[in-house]
């Protein structure tokens, strides 16, 4: 059995009784390099931040209007020259001028990089073990692809196409290889041939009554469907497991006093207060993506409670508790990746009802209209069902599918992690 | 000699998984008598557990399936009782012969005339009345199969916690299980439920009777749970595992309790358990189990001391506490899914030669001089038995040393004994 | 075994309060663990047995400070841990090590093997991934797995696969003490062998102190130096293993012995049944706790019991004073046992018993003989029973009360050395020594 020890001069000190224990416990320890890369992103993101802040945000309005007294002059902060208006990142053909819900939405995807694709590369026999779980689900698979390929198009593509504007030229174009007479009412300009209004290769998807092109529209609706899903789902999980997961943890009047403020939190929809803030401030994207992202998470918080509990009672939190662990350690190693699966599978089915919110006030149009989301689309198309279908009802088949992957996606992984199922 | 109670014939009991179909049970043989307990015992994952559930199929189908094989419940009454109330599904051996011409061999149920699936086979009848036969109780219904349940065959399981309901009194759920196979009124059932309560030993049966089950402690529940057992008067008690939840100076009240149970009321009980000592306390019979396959079955005394298969040996030997060294098996159960050729043991098995690896497991060989049948190659013909045995009389031995500390002990304990109230134990 | 004593556990007590209503009010305490000394040498295993519910656990989690002790010293190389402070502490942990019970549960599923055992490391400061991995797989070598297991899952492992890597991983700090909580209990016997004798090994290359909680006497017996008997968060005999096991000095020891089935169908009936189930904590019997069930338990000057008889009437005196008999259960149940005289028939048809039926039945009931051999006992309990069975619960109880009194129940036993040379905590011993000691009082 210990046949390790013929050989202790090769092992040398990676035997556990060699290791100086007196030595070790007076050294701090040293920070992995990976851990060291990560937290300099972060850094990184933190200071284009900043600096864009001051430059560019609404910061950089205040600072003009009340320091040197108007718009149009010129301030310096930090040796950053403040200019309202000019694009963030501006290297000739490439122009981003980055907004709110942009910074947002990359603080997202780094998130998302970090704690999720990072850690299933790093642990490939375990993803390798979700993943046959997954596969199991063949519409659950399906879905998948369709959300990559929507969320890789919606991410990249609107950064080298511009917003889609008004082409009076084009108005009302039906689909490519699709006709549609003008005799009942089209008021296509071109292509007109025996009184047929034919799609053009220009337009594959066809424009709107001002002759917008709808693919790109839909892009664009990619993206912010993407962004409310994904921003206002990760803000919903990062308060919720952190309220959750102290409120199961320390327990006693912290638990009481969370638990009781998430009963108050949950008796006010979000609905309403959005209603209500965007009578007061101009409805937008950032303020809905606030207004869900800050107030939507009692319901997850709740479910890391009731887990968190749970595990709590299982030996390995006595284990490591037993090694000398703190209760911050315990908490970030064990509790919240035994509660993560529970968590993935609520936000995954939390996001279409966010998407479909947005849908909902752009259709009542109480959002911001320049934002060219899929329910500002339905909404303008909503009129001309009868003359014009496509305007209407591509986007909507695009947020119908979308909505079905999130859901299907949802049960699957419900299915594939949920530990109670082993 | 009668025929056994039940009889289990060649059952193999699968699963069928993601991961390949589980031979849980892969072709045992048990009988069990009138008046007798026969102990399964065996390690977990080796189907015992399975074996006790498939008798009256309680197990989950799907995944369960019982693709081979035959479990004989041989109650006249209920061969009776099911023949008027599934008449088509009677096999009758000598319907078409003249009386007395042919065997009583039952015909497989391939060669059996008729599309029905039988399950109520008769032997024998003397006159009009059946007065030999069986009930297949893999084939029969769910309908059939519900009467026999609870009714003739009683089940008790490991934890007392799950078995009893929370949410009504532990009376209300002993008078429940009187009228489910009675016709007693509240009155009668409710007098008969203070008297099994009583009679398995539950103190002060009457004021209790309104009590809910987290009112009381582990033993006393599997108590009630054996009082509701009892209530149908079965003709046999299968227990799976009812000690091991509890502590030990309660177990023994509990294997107390089940002897003085059986020897008043002539039950056959199948006791499965895992623990060796358990065993030697109450079995009259033995069939020890492993990886689905029985290994070797006997009478206790001869199985104990003369154990024949290498696996009953090592099992012996590898009790701690009974102050020898303790010899370790080594090694680990087999593939449930893709079990290895041979014998099931012969991978950890110290004598193994080249024939264990090939073929199927060994057929059942009797032990010469013991009521005992084993399935070792080594009682086979061309093979010496003693090769198997001679390491045996040296943990004898060993096992003879040791036992004087033990003893001591022993006889320490049996000063007080007499000055022990005995729970009426009298075996 | 060295004389040097590495723990030692100074009236340990965890007792955990009963509260009631929105205030929190105390009402009552479970006396998990209610004073119990012990102390471990290095290289030596000290075993704790006993049923569920006795404390031994409790012994293992507080003085660990798992959960605060609520009062005792627990000395560590003579510092007394329990006035630690975190850091402290945490250095403290570094050097004593737990084992669980459940070998599935004692493991996050979502770390693997390799995680889970270098995690110690990790807590007490070596950073370095590479250097926990090489560490970890050697030590995995060494407890019977092998080096590739490392980045292997838990449920990929078989229960004795996990207790041995469960072992590696109190083992992976290079402790000086290890708390074993039931290692075995969850394994197949032909497993337990195994752990057992790995346990035994590691102990005796690494001269560690561990403390062995186990309710199998048997396992106990395998692996312990010295054993520590519990009961009702007391320990009532501490002595070593052999000599407890040939000639225990406590009834409860005895009795715990004798439940223990033997693997032998010849021994079979010789057990020793205890009657009852053990008395809650949270109100433990006065005097010696084990004399509501003890066998042996002493009785009264002036009266001649056999010992068996005057168990079970302490048994029917301990029922009266709960509450009146439940006589119903004595009519429904016993009616055979009065005989056929004092069945009568009443108006509605029905059989019932008289009074002296119902006495019958109640001895019966109690496993009373329808007659003592002492004249003045019979006298008194006849008495009492004619109360009883006349209504008049409260004279039988107090007549029972006050004749039958146990010296058990009025004076608690201390630990004390025994003639056997070790400790028992029990009034027979005392009373033996009294007697040897002063002689002319008898």
Redesign the interface.
């Known amino acids: 059995m210990m046949a390790a020890d013929t050989d202790n001069t090769r092992r040398g000190s990676s035997r556990f009784e060699d290791i100086d224990w007196n030595e070790v416990e007076q050294r701090s320890g040293s920070r992995p390099l990976l851990t060291t890369i990560k937290l300099g992103s972060f850094a990184l993101f933190g200071l284009l931040a900043l600096y864009d802040a001051i430059r560019n945000g609404p910061f950089a309005e205040w600072l003009l209007e009340y320091i040197s007294g108007g718009p149009q002059a010129e301030y310096t902060v930090l040796g950053i020259e403040v200019a309202t208006g000019a694009p963030t990142f501006d290297f000739g053909s490439f122009v981003w001028d980055v907004t709110g819900v942009d910074w947002l939405f990359v603080a997202t995807l780094m998130v998302m990089f970090w704690y999720a694709v990072v850690p299933l590369a790093r642990n490939p026999r375990m993803t390798r073990y979700y993943w046959r779980q997954f596969r199991k689900n063949r519409a659950a698979v399906i879905s998948m692809v369709y959300l990559v390929v929507i969320f890789l198009v919606g991410t990249i593509v609107p950064l080298f196409i511009s917003v889609p504007t008004s082409n009076f030229q084009a108005q009302l174009l039906p689909p490519v290889f699709t006709t549609v007479s003008t005799a009942a009412g089209g008021d296509c300009l071109v292509q007109v041939t025996d009184s047929v209004c034919r799609g053009t290769m220009a337009h594959p998807l066809g424009t709107t009554r001002d002759g917008r092109d709808i693919l790109k529209l839909v892009i664009f609706g990619m993206r912010v469907s993407m962004q409310i899903g994904l921003i206002a789902t990760l803000m919903n999980i990062v308060i919720a497991t952190a309220i959750g997961a102290s409120a199961a943890y320390m327990g006693g009047w912290v638990d009481e006093l969370l638990m009781r403020y998430v009963d108050i939190q949950l008796t006010f929809p979000q609905f309403f207060l959005f209603l209500l803030l965007s009578y007061l401030f101009e409805p937008s994207l950032f303020l809905l993506i606030m207004i869900f992202g800050l107030f939507g998470w009692g319901g997850i918080s709740r479910i890391v409670r009731s887990e968190a509990l749970q595990r709590t009672e299982e030996e390995y939190f006595k284990a490591a508790q037993s090694a000398g662990a703190s209760p911050l350690y315990v908490v970030r190693r064990h509790v919240v990746p035994n509660v993560s699966n529970s968590i993935i599978t609520a936000a995954t089915l939390a996001i279409p009802g966010l998407i479909l919110a947005e849908a909902a006030f752009a259709f009542l149009g109480l959002s911001d209209p320049t934002i060219p989301s899929w329910g500002t689309t339905i909404s303008a198309g909503r009129n001309y069902l009868g003359t014009a279908w496509w305007v209407a009802t591509i986007p909507g088949l695009f947020l119908f599918f979308t909505i079905l992957a999130f859901n299907f996606i949802g049960d699957a992984l419900r299915d594939a992690l949920d530990p109670r199922q082993e | 000699m009668s025929d056994p109670l039940i009889s289990v014939k060649n059952l193999h009991t699968q699963f069928h998984t993601d991961d390949g179909t589980v031979r849980a049970v892969d072709g045992i043989d048990v009988d069990v008598s009138r008046g007798e307990t026969v102990c399964i015992v065996g390690?977990?994952g080796s189907g015992k557990t399975v074996t006790s559930e498939s008798i009256t199929k309680i197990l989950q189908m799907p995944p369960g399936d019982i693709p081979i094989g035959e479990v004989q419940f041989r109650d006249v009454e209920s061969v009776r009782e099911l023949a008027d109330q599934f008449p088509k599904r009677v096999f009758d051996v000598h319907e078409d012969d003249a009386p007395g011409t042919a065997g009583t061999d039952v015909p497989p149920e391939e060669d059996r005339p008729g599309d029905e699936k039988h399950f109520v086979i008769v032997e024998e009848r003397s006159g009009d009345r059946i007065s030999r036969g069986y009930i297949d109780m893999v084939r029969a219904p769910d309908n059939a199969l519900r009467k026999i349940r609870g009714g003739d065959i009683a089940h008790i399981f490991q934890n007392p916690q799950s078995a009893l309901n929370p949410v009504y009194t532990v009376g209300w759920q002993i008078v429940e299980a009187v009228q489910l196979h009675s016709d007693d009124d509240d009155e009668a059932a409710r007098?008969r439920a203070?008297?099994l309560l009583?009679?398995v030993g539950i103190?002060?049966?009457?004021?209790r009777f309104d009590d809910y089950p987290h009112e009381f402690?582990g033993?006393?529940k599997q108590r009630v749970i054996i009082a509701m057992a009892l209530a149908s008067n079965p003709d046999v008690l299968i227990a799976d595992e009812p000690t091991t939840a509890l502590?030990?100076?309660?177990?023994?009240?509990i294997?107390?309790l089940l002897a003085e149970i059986q020897e008043d009321l002539g039950m056959a009980i199948l006791f499965i358990t895992?623990?060796?000592?358990?065993?030697?306390?109450?079995?009259d019979r033995v069939v020890v189990m492993y990886a689905g396959k029985v290994m070797e079955s006997g009478e206790?005394?001869d199985l104990?001391e003369s154990p024949a298969h290498p696996y009953t040996r090592?099992?012996?030997e590898?009790?701690?506490?009974?102050?020898g060294d303790?010899?370790?098996?080594?090694g680990?159960?087999p593939s449930v899914t893709n079990p290895p050729d041979g014998c099931r043991f012969a991978p950890r098995c110290p004598h193994a030669v080249d024939d264990c690896f090939t073929g199927d497991q060994p057929p059942m060989y009797s032990v010469e001089g013991a009521d005992q049948e084993v399935s070792c190659v080594f009682y086979g013909d061309g093979y010496d038995e003693s090769v198997v045995q001679t390491e045996f009389a040296a943990a004898q031995n060993r096992t003879a040393r040791t036992?004087g500390?033990?003893t001591?002990?022993?006889r320490?304990?049996?000063d007080?004994?007499?000055?022990?109230?005995?729970?009426?134990?009298d075996? | 075994m060295s004389a040097r004593t590495l723990l030692e556990v100074k009236g340990l007590k965890k007792h955990y309060p009963i509260t009631q209503g929105v205030l929190k009010k105390e009402v009552g305490r479970v006396r998990a663990v209610d004073g119990v000394d012990f102390s471990v040498s290095p290289g030596e295993t000290l075993g704790i047995v006993g049923e569920s519910g006795c404390g031994k656990s409790t012994v293992a989690t507080s003085l660990l400070r798992l959960e605060e002790p609520t009062a005792g010293d627990v000395l560590f190389e003579g510092e007394d841990i329990t006035t630690y402070d975190k850091a402290e502490l945490k250095r403290f942990r570094r050097r004593a090590q737990m084992i669980f019970q459940d070998p599935t549960a004692s493991f996050d599923p979502r770390m693997s093997i390799g995680e889970s055992v270098g995690e110690p490391l990790l807590i007490h400061g070596i950073s370095d991934r590479n250097r926990r991995r090489e560490i970890v797989k050697d030590l995995l070598e060494r407890v019977g797995l092998s080096a590739d297991d490392i980045d292997r899952y838990p449920h990929e492992f078989s229960g004795g696969q996990k207790q041995r890597v469960a072992l590696a991983r109190a083992l992976v700090v290079n402790p000086e003490l290890i708390v074993a909580d039931e290692p075995v209990s969850a394994l197949d016997v032909s497993i337990q062998a195994d752990i057992l004798s790995l346990m035994n090994d590691i102990q005796a290359e690494f001269d560690l102190a561990m403390l062995f909680i186990s309710h199998n006497l048997g396992v106990i017996r395998e692996v312990c130096d010295r054993v520590a008997v519990m009961y009702l968060g007391e320990i009532v005999e501490i002595a070593p293993t052999e000599e407890l096991f040939s000639n225990p000095q406590h009834p409860y020891t005895r009795a715990l012995l004798g439940s223990i089935p033997q693997p032998d169908p010849r021994q079979r009936g010789e057990s020793i049944t205890l009657s009852g189930d053990v008395p809650s904590p949270s109100n433990p019997p006065a005097g010696c706790r084990f004399h509501t069930r003890c066998p042996d338990v002493i009785p009264p000057e002036g009266y001649e019991f056999e010992q068996r008889h005057w168990r079970s009437v302490q048994d029917l005196r301990q029922r009266m004073r709960k509450g009146p008999l439940d006589l119903e259960t004595v009519r429904t149940a016993h009616s055979d046992a009065a005989g056929d005289g004092h069945v009568q028939t009443a108006e509605d048809g029905q059989s019932v018993l008289d009074d002296e039926g119902l006495k019958a039945g109640i001895r019966e009931e109690f496993d009373i003989p329808q007659r003592l051999s002492d004249d003045e006992a019979e006298d008194v309990l006849d008495r009492a029973l004619t109360a009883e069975v006349s209504d008049d619960h409260e004279s039988g109880r107090d007549l029972l009360d006050e004749e039958f009194q146990t010296p058990c129940e009025q004076t608690a036993p201390e630990l004390r050395e025994t003639s056997a040379g070790w400790e028992a905590a029990c009034l027979l011993h005392d009373e033996q020594r009294q007697r040897v000691e002063q002689p002319a009082d008898d």
């Open positions: 390690e977990s007098e203070i008297d009583d009679r103190p002060d049966a009457a004021a402690s033993g006393m502590d030990v100076t309660i177990q023994a009240q294997l107390d895992h623990d060796l000592g358990v065993v030697a306390e109450i079995a206790v005394f104990f090592a099992l012996l590898c009790l701690p506490g009974r102050g303790m010899v370790s098996i080594g680990s159960l036992d500390g033990r001591t002990g022993r320490a304990g049996t007080t004994d007499e000055s022990v109230r005995s729970d009426g134990g075996r």
